[in-house]
């Protein structure tokens, strides 16, 4: 058998007629005496077992012996020690010239690279490349498994979705490469903060997953939710640069019979919850979260038919010379009317237009809307229009304003594009380019809510806008003598007279705001105090007839009443709830007392029982030394407390 042996893999053996090996190939046989199993005389299913991973139905080796039959690729393994080697056996018996039965004669194959070759496939398959973790295929595998039982038996179970927040941010400024190795160390802090109780996966991009079998309490799991958001949260050092992210984090708990898809659905509304109520938290699934995605869903089919029949429109409202109180143009805000819902709030319906991409057609038409108003407006008033970022960053931007300008023959510079500082933060090389290609058509640019973003000086010192919008968080309360208000509103007059750009205070209300706007020294001044957004056709006739004098219609008091008062209440925040006390409160918020909270917190949402056991929803808007300010989201009846 010597000749045949030279193929590479192919081995041979032979046994007596009891079964007992009279010859293995040299290789094989070097290989299991490694392990101290000599093989000559041993019986052959001492030397060799069947691997019964892939054959759970063959016969034992010893059946074939003892009963003389054959058998044909068998995968088996060294019985002792030889962990790291696979091989196919075949078998048949043989007889001596006499017919009598003399043993039994056989090859075999090495399958060792071909099985660690498909074990690295497999490895592969169900391993993050770069992490090391578990992928999403695994992750799913697991939670299908845990999860699949009889119908209606319950298997208890938690998935918590994580997102990195500020991760995008270290791959546009550092690099990619810094990213991936950011992701590494994510992925081993996680691992050592979830440890056994349960396991760990990435996603893809900065999306994680944590699946953690068994009954958990809320309790329980907001704490591993907090250690996991500390140990993120702790700064990297990465080629000798500090690194700072956080987390957010939404969970899911199977204490129903779902499907693994409902389990990981509702992780990640929790989870869009929680990206929205700021970084750094982790939030519980609730059943309105589904409510609420499902109503989304309905506004964003019902949005995409809304230009088409004809709900949409644009209002206008007045911007006035503070000084002279003389009407220089207005803002075009967008307004949708649905047939069921009703009056829809553009902050609610334009985020799910980001979200779906239907942002660009609906700019594109507000543009052109706007540009047909302004050719029919005397040519002394201008029209503001809003552009979304993601507009900004559409390079046919330029194309819709060069055609709509060309074909109603304005004058560019009557048409005003208020734009946020958040179009800096993809890409500053293509906002400068395309801020550049604006100026060149002529027309003029505003930075919206300022002070409200990053407020960088950069953006000023090398963006060509035209004027400042003082965002109407500013405005409010800027009467009351305890607040800084009024001096940031100066500051920011200081730095746009500096720079020879206009300023304009918007969301003014109350007829004593105007004369401290104007003593402060903004240039314009928008608001409901001088009228509420109109349609166009009702202003035409009187701008027809020369009228250009505006006369505060608003309320005269700027600060609401508010009622002192001492009152023990219950605030929750992050699940938890925490005894506090009212100090004083008023239809839009109240201060509270018995805190602890840090400057950071300013932005936090949280609830409030205020009106007995009835949570209002409210924000953190200043932190003082054991006690915070809240707004409220919703105004609340002063009487009812009273």
Same mark, same amino acid.
């Given at each position: 058998?010597?000749?045949? *042996?030279?193929?590479?893999?192919?081995?041979?053996?032979?046994?007596?007629?009891?079964?007992?090996?009279?010859?293995?190939?040299?290789?094989?046989?070097?290989?299991?005496?490694?392990?101290?199993?000599?093989?000559?005389?041993?019986?052959?299913?001492?030397?060799?077992?069947?691997?019964?991973?892939?054959?759970?139905?063959?016969?034992?080796?010893?059946?074939?012996?003892?009963?003389? &039959?054959?058998?044909?690729?068998?995968?088996?393994? !060294?019985?002792?020690?030889?962990?790291?080697?696979?091989?196919?056996?075949?078998?048949?018996?043989?007889?001596?010239?006499?017919?009598?039965?003399?043993?039994?004669?056989?090859?075999?194959?090495?399958? &060792?690279?071909?099985?660690?070759?498909?074990?690295?496939?497999?490895?592969?398959?169900?391993?993050?490349?770069?992490?090391?973790?578990?992928?999403?295929?695994?992750?799913?595998?697991?939670?299908?498994?845990?999860?699949?039982?009889?119908?209606?038996?319950?298997?208890?179970?938690?998935? +918590?979705?994580?997102?990195?927040?500020? /991760?995008?941010?270290?791959?546009?400024?550092?690099?990619?490469?810094?990213?991936?190795?950011?992701?590494?160390?994510?992925?081993?802090?996680?691992?050592?903060? $979830?440890?056994?109780?349960?396991?760990?996966?990435?996603?893809?991009?900065?999306?994680?997953?944590?699946?953690?079998?068994?009954?958990?309490?809320?309790?329980? @799991?907001?704490?591993?939710?907090?250690?996991?958001?500390?140990?993120?949260?702790?700064?990297?050092?990465?080629? !000798?640069?500090?690194?700072?992210?956080?987390?957010?984090?939404?969970?899911?708990?199977?204490?129903?019979?779902?499907?693994?898809?409902?389990?990981?659905?509702?992780?990640?509304?929790?989870?869009?919850?929680?990206?929205?109520?700021?970084?750094?938290?982790?939030?519980?699934?609730?059943? *309105?979260?589904?409510?609420?995605?499902?109503?989304?869903?309905?506004?964003?089919?019902?949005?995409?038919?809304? @230009?088409?029949?004809?709900?949409?429109?644009?209002?206008?409202?007045?911007?006035?010379?503070?000084?002279?109180?003389?009407?220089?143009?207005? *803002?075009?805000?967008?307004?949708?009317?649905?047939?069921?819902?009703?009056?829809?709030?553009?902050?609610?319906?334009?985020?799910?237009?980001?979200?779906?991409?239907?942002?660009?057609?609906? !700019?594109?038409?507000?543009?052109?809307?706007?540009?047909?108003?302004?050719?029919?407006?005397?040519?002394? @008033?201008? $029209?503001? $229009?809003?552009?979304?970022?993601?507009?900004?960053?559409?390079?046919?931007?330029?194309?819709? @304003?060069?055609?709509?300008?060309?074909?109603?023959?304005?004058?560019?510079?009557?048409?005003?594009?208020?734009?946020?500082?958040?179009?800096?933060?993809?890409? %500053?090389?293509?906002?400068?380019?395309?801020?550049?290609?604006?100026?060149?058509?002529? $027309?003029?640019?505003?930075?919206?809510? /300022?002070?409200?973003?990053?407020?960088?000086?950069?953006?000023?010192?090398?963006?060509?806008?035209?004027?400042?919008?003082?965002?109407?968080?500013?405005?409010?309360?800027?009467?009351?003598?305890?607040?800084?208000?009024?001096?940031?509103?100066?500051?920011?007059?200081?730095?746009?007279?500096?720079?020879?750009?206009?300023?304009?205070?918007?969301?003014?209300?109350?007829?004593? %705001?105007?004369?401290?706007?104007?003593?402060?020294?903004?240039?314009?001044?928008?608001?409901?105090?001088?009228?509420?957004?109109?349609?166009?056709?009702?202003?035409?006739?009187?701008?027809?007839?020369?009228?250009?004098?505006?006369?505060?219609?608003?309320?005269?008091?700027?600060?609401?009443?508010?009622?002192?008062?001492?009152?023990?209440?219950?605030?929750?925040?992050?699940?938890?709830?925490?005894?506090?006390?009212?100090?004083?409160?008023?239809?839009?918020?109240? +201060?509270?007392?018995?805190?602890?909270?840090?400057?950071?917190?300013?932005?936090?949402?949280?609830?409030?029982?205020?009106? !007995?056991?009835?949570?209002?929803?409210?924000?953190?808007?200043?932190?003082?030394?054991?006690?915070?300010?809240?707004?409220?989201?919703?105004?609340?009846?002063?009487?009812?407390?009273?």
């Amino acid at each position: 058998m010597s000749y045949s *042996e030279e193929f590479e893999d192919r081995w041979f053996w032979e046994t007596d007629s009891d079964g007992r090996l009279t010859y293995l190939t040299k290789a094989v046989a070097d290989q299991i005496e490694m392990f101290g199993t000599s093989t000559l005389g041993e019986p052959v299913e001492k030397i060799f077992q069947i691997d019964r991973t892939d054959a759970q139905h063959l016969r034992s080796l010893k059946f074939h012996i003892v009963s003389r &039959t054959s058998f044909t690729e068998y995968p088996v393994r !060294g019985a002792k020690g030889l962990h790291e080697s696979w091989w196919s056996m075949s078998g048949r018996p043989w007889f001596g010239a006499d017919g009598e039965f003399a043993g039994f004669v056989g090859s075999g194959t090495d399958l &060792t690279k071909i099985r660690k070759h498909e074990a690295t496939i497999r490895r592969l398959a169900i391993t993050d490349s770069l992490t090391g973790l578990a992928n999403r295929q695994r992750m799913q595998d697991n939670l299908n498994a845990l999860l699949k039982s009889e119908p209606h038996h319950v298997t208890h179970c938690a998935l +918590m979705m994580l997102d990195l927040d500020g /991760f995008k941010g270290v791959n546009d400024t550092l690099g990619h490469p810094v990213g991936d190795l950011l992701l590494k160390q994510v992925a081993q802090r996680l691992l050592s903060i $979830v440890d056994d109780t349960g396991m760990v996966g990435r996603l893809g991009g900065d999306e994680f997953q944590v699946l953690i079998p068994g009954r958990r309490t809320r309790t329980r @799991l907001s704490e591993l939710a907090h250690q996991i958001i500390e140990g993120i949260s702790s700064p990297y050092v990465i080629d !000798g640069l500090s690194v700072t992210i956080s987390c957010s984090i939404g969970i899911s708990v199977s204490d129903t019979p779902d499907a693994p898809d409902i389990l990981v659905r509702n992780a990640d509304l929790a989870l869009y919850a929680a990206k929205a109520g700021g970084r750094a938290t982790f939030v519980f699934f609730e059943e *309105e979260m589904l409510i609420k995605a499902r109503w989304r869903r309905n506004i964003e089919d019902d949005l995409r038919e809304a @230009l088409n029949k004809g709900q949409l429109k644009l209002l206008f409202q007045p911007i006035v010379a503070t000084q002279s109180e003389v009407l220089t143009g207005f *803002e075009a805000l967008l307004r949708w009317e649905h047939p069921v819902e009703g009056y829809i709030s553009p902050t609610k319906f334009i985020p799910i237009a980001e979200d779906s991409g239907l942002i660009q057609k609906i !700019g594109d038409w507000v543009i052109r809307d706007a540009v047909r108003v302004i050719a029919s407006l005397p040519d002394d @008033l201008r $029209v503001a $229009v809003n552009v979304s970022p993601i507009q900004f960053a559409n390079p046919a931007l330029l194309s819709t @304003l060069a055609s709509a300008i060309a074909q109603s023959q304005i004058d560019p510079s009557r048409l005003e594009l208020e734009i946020t500082e958040s179009v800096f933060l993809d890409s %500053e090389g293509s906002a400068q380019r395309t801020f550049k290609a604006l100026k060149a058509l002529g $027309v003029r640019l505003a930075l919206d809510d /300022f002070g409200t973003g990053y407020s960088s000086l950069y953006y000023l010192q090398h963006a060509p806008f035209d004027k400042i919008k003082i965002d109407q968080s500013f405005i409010r309360d800027a009467v009351d003598p305890r607040s800084r208000n009024s001096a940031i509103i100066e500051s920011i007059v200081a730095l746009s007279r500096a720079l020879d750009m206009e300023t304009t205070a918007e969301g003014v209300e109350h007829q004593d %705001e105007i004369e401290l706007i104007r003593q402060l020294g903004c240039s314009h001044i928008q608001g409901h105090v001088y009228g509420p957004a109109m349609d166009i056709s009702d202003l035409i006739p009187e701008l027809e007839a020369g009228v250009r004098r505006m006369r505060a219609i608003g309320p005269k008091r700027s600060r609401r009443p508010r009622t002192k008062l001492i009152r023990s209440a219950l605030m929750r925040l992050n699940e938890g709830e925490v005894p506090v006390v009212i100090k004083n409160v008023s239809e839009a918020g109240a +201060m509270i007392e018995h805190v602890c909270f840090s400057p950071q917190m300013v932005g936090v949402s949280l609830q409030l029982a205020v009106l !007995g056991d009835e949570l209002s929803h409210a924000t953190i808007r200043w932190v003082g030394e054991g006690r915070a300010g809240l707004e409220f989201f919703e105004p609340i009846s002063l009487d009812a407390i009273i």
